[in-house]
């Protein structure tokens, strides 16, 4: 029978917190989860950023291809595949994505976990990078083609440096994001932060394993929160300037 909060006391609350992390040096199993948990969304963002980024550039350069009444089959096809990615991957759960992950593609979890976080972020990356391309002014890719330069050498040299400014802080926003869509890992086998709770949580009958998690949860997007908003005072003066 799981323990009762009605009474807390200070007594009370030092033995569920020395059962819960002191005792048997269960604290380093908090560790060990949240570096399973970081080097998840880690690796997953890192792999959502190049899928993303890929996905992202096939449907602007079909799109302005179009707009420019100069199509080109390859990335016509590309651009049709890509849209069939993100709308697949947009409009399931994650959860049956792991889960299918797991069953059918993989034997390992955790390997399971970062192919899957990875792919699922990349979708929603790529709408984030399509969308601040989209943000800059259609003006700004006609002057660069006014002074001469090729459709690439413009979005390279014109259009990008712009749209990372739109990009960086929603691109920040997902890898907060991602961090605690990790705590779903554990439905598969990954010793992550939330798994690693759960099972001190069964031994010990106590909650404040859960408890703790979600502080620590809390105090890492309160943090990478703090860099985001400095970030964005960064590129605020930068644009100002």
């Known amino acids: 029978m799981f323990d009762d909060w009605a009474d807390l006391d200070v007594a009370t609350f030092r033995y569920k917190f020395f059962v819960s992390v002191i005792a048997d040096e269960r604290w380093q199993l908090y560790l060990a989860g949240l570096g399973n948990t970081i080097i998840l969304a880690l690796v997953a963002c890192l792999m959502g950023s190049f899928?993303?980024?890929f996905v992202a550039f096939v449907r602007y350069i079909d799109y302005t291809n179009k707009q420019a009444n100069t199509p080109s089959i390859?990335?016509?096809i590309?651009?049709?595949?890509?849209?069939?990615?993100?709308?697949?991957?947009?409009?399931?759960?994650?959860?049956?994505?792991?889960?299918?992950?797991?069953?059918?593609?993989?034997?390992?979890?955790?390997?399971?976990?970062?192919?899957?976080?990875?792919?699922?972020?990349?979708?929603?990356i790529s709408e984030i990078i399509r969308a601040g391309l989209m943000?800059?002014?259609?003006?700004?890719?006609?002057?660069?083609?006014s002074l001469g330069m090729t459709r690439w050498q413009t979005l390279r040299i014109i259009i990008l440096p712009?749209?990372?400014?739109?990009?960086?802080?929603?691109?920040?926003?997902?890898?907060?994001s991602l961090l605690k869509e990790t705590s779903i890992a554990g439905y598969i086998a990954v010793r992550d932060l939330t798994k690693a709770a759960d099972g001190i949580k069964g031994r010990t009958f106590q909650s404040m394993p859960l408890f703790i998690t979600a502080f620590i949860y809390l105090a890492l997007v309160m943090g990478l929160t703090r860099v985001q908003e400095r970030m964005e005072r960064t590129l605020a003066k930068d644009v100002r300037h």
């Open 51 to 53: 899928v993303g980024t």
């Open 74 to 76: 390859i990335f016509t």
């Open 78 to 124: 590309l651009g049709k595949l890509c849209n069939v990615y993100t709308t697949s991957i947009r409009g399931t759960p994650l959860m049956i994505q792991l889960l299918i992950l797991y069953t059918v593609a993989f034997k390992g979890g955790f390997e399971a976990c970062i192919f899957g976080f990875g792919i699922n972020s990349g979708a929603y």
């Open 135 to 145: 943000s800059i002014p259609k003006g700004q890719s006609e002057a660069g083609c």
């Open 162 to 176: 712009q749209a990372v400014k739109n990009i960086l802080p929603a691109l920040f926003n997902e890898f907060i």
